[in-house]
């Protein structure tokens, strides 16, 4: 079946520090790619979804320019945060759609934050 | 936009005994649910889904039924067991011929503990 590999799975960072989370589609084409932020014990939080070759498209209240979102090519998608701060430290989930079929939602394992 | 609600928040039974979790969603044009099982520290799994032309699907223990007049549907887990254990988030969305990208939106999740 379809796997997504998120890394690292976890990170602990300085504050004002930038961490770079990765998200790769292993055996397939991933046309679309979602990025969410869980906070323990509540739901998952969609913050942007990117399609390949084009800017995110980041929800409402997400900040663009701290969280950087590029997805280079069908495979990989990056989620950066830049200048991290303590209130930034959560669990980022990614996942991923594929190039038709019957785009079953795929997710990475996360990546917990903590920015010291 | 689309609204799910999910119940009960939490969920506690006995090894063996049946649980059900019940979600709600708002907009009739939603034609594709899945349910997720989420375990401690790690990413969302699709566990099974089913789409508005069906109403009932099963896999071993696990069923799921929609009532599209109604606008609900219900993971069924039956012989519960210990590792049954985990966040179980539903999630609607609409799917399109072309088999173009979806955003789903998910219910806020049940924790499901399961008594040895």
């Known amino acids: 079946g379809a796997v997504v590999s998120q890394h690292p799975s976890w990170v602990i960072c300085k504050s004002g520090t930038s961490v770079k989370i990765e998200c790769r589609s292993l055996?397939?084409?991933?046309?679309?790619m979602f990025w969410y932020r869980q906070f323990p014990k509540q739901s998952l939080m969609l913050m942007a979804t990117s399609n390949e070759g084009s800017k995110a498209t980041y929800e409402q209240g997400v900040e663009k320019d701290k969280f950087l979102i590029n997805h280079a090519s069908l495979t990989l998608s990056t989620l950066t945060v830049t200048s991290a701060h303590p209130e930034d430290s959560s669990f980022y989930i990614c996942?991923?759609?594929?190039?038709?079929?019957?785009?079953?939602?795929?997710f990475g394992a996360g990546s917990r934050l903590t920015v010291l | 936009g689309e609204n799910v609600e999910q119940h009960p928040s939490t969920l506690s039974v006995q090894e063996g005994d049946s649980a059900v979790i019940k979600c709600t969603y708002s907009d009739s044009a939603s034609n594709y649910f899945p349910w997720y099982k989420q375990e401690l520290g790690k990413g969302p799994q699709l566990i099974i889904d089913?789409?508005?032309?069906?109403g009932e699907k099963k896999d071993q223990r696990i069923a799921v039924t929609l009532n599209k007049t109604a606008k609900h549907f219900s993971l069924h887990i039956t012989e519960t067991q210990p590792e049954d254990s985990a966040v179980y988030f539903c999630?609607?969305?609409?799917?399109?011929?072309?088999?173009?990208?979806?955003?789903?939106?998910f219910g806020r999740g049940t924790s499901l503990i399961v008594h040895p």
């Open positions: 999630a609607a969305s609409i799917q399109w011929p072309s088999g173009g990208s979806y955003i789903p939106t």
């Open positions: 055996d397939f084409q991933a046309t679309t």
């Open positions: 089913i789409r508005s032309n069906v």
């Open positions: 996942s991923a759609s594929s190039l038709g079929g019957a785009n079953v939602l795929t």
